[in-house]
């Protein structure tokens, strides 16, 4: 596909629940990104890989938040034990270079996730 | 601390009634400042970079400009499907985003 992919986009999980949010980036891209956003908000940062090198894992609120791209391709956001708090959309971005300049972010449409 | 900051929360127009939106940084060094426009249901789609004081960029009824610390989105003319949220996110070591502003443009 031309865009990035994400699986699933809705998910029901019950509290105390892991789950494991999916992401396809665009071939060849170097640089991947996780993010948050709940209603009415702006993307808030979780994690950063750079390839399967995860450079910068500061966004993530809990050691129940753990994400991995071995292959520097597909990745995967696990979240062991849900909570009600957890409850949002994860947006996942890839873009083609490093550097934080030159090359915006493309967006997947999202997992919603809900927390009951 | 790195911030960025858009106002208004909201804004509605009536079609063809031009305005701008803004966006204010606090992130030194920046790299640069992104344009994103968020449909319901979407993820954001990228629209503009500018890069340095004094940069404008356009497209379509869009146009973005940039000053040393804020950044607007002047929308000209709008017509009921500019209808969207749009983001401003400043990059320095991470993207920063701001919560942005979510238009309506009534026909």
């Known amino acids: 596909g031309a865009g990035v992919s994400q699986s699933p986009r809705y998910k029901v999980a019950k509290r105390g629940q892991d789950v494991a949010l999916r992401c396809d980036p665009i071939s060849g891209h170097v640089s991947l990104f996780w993010y948050q956003q709940a209603l009415g908000q702006g993307p808030e940062f979780l994690t950063y890989?750079?390839?399967?090198?995860?450079?910068?894992k500061s966004g993530l609120p809990s050691d129940r938040f753990f994400a991995e791209r071995p292959e520097g391709s597909v990745s995967t956001l696990k979240i062991q034990r849900t909570q009600q708090e957890d409850s949002a959309v994860y947006l996942c971005?890839?873009?083609?270079?490093?550097?934080?300049?030159?090359?915006?972010?493309?967006f997947g449409n999202g997992t919603r996730l809900t927390v009951t | 601390e790195d911030q960025v900051t858009q106002s208004p929360e909201a804004l509605r127009l009536q079609e063809g009634e031009s305005s701008s939106l803004n966006c204010s940084y606090t992130?030194?060094?920046?790299?640069?400042l992104f344009w994103y426009r968020q449909d319901p249901g979407k993820g954001p789609e990228f629209l503009f970079t500018?890069?340095?004081a004094g940069e404008e960029k356009e497209k379509e009824r869009l146009k973005a400009t940039l000053t040393k610390k804020e950044s607007f989105l002047h929308i000209t003319a709008p017509k009921p499907e500019d209808s969207a949220t749009y983001l401003c996110?400043?990059?320095?070591?991470?993207?920063?985003f701001g919560s942005g502003t979510k238009l309506n443009v009534k026909p």
């Open positions: 500018l890069y340095s």
């Open positions: 992130v030194s060094g920046l790299r640069g």
């Open positions: 890989f750079q390839n399967e090198a995860q450079l910068d």
């Open positions: 996110a400043a990059s320095f070591n991470k993207f920063y």
């Open positions: 971005a890839s873009s083609l270079e490093t550097g934080f300049r030159n090359s915006p972010l493309h």
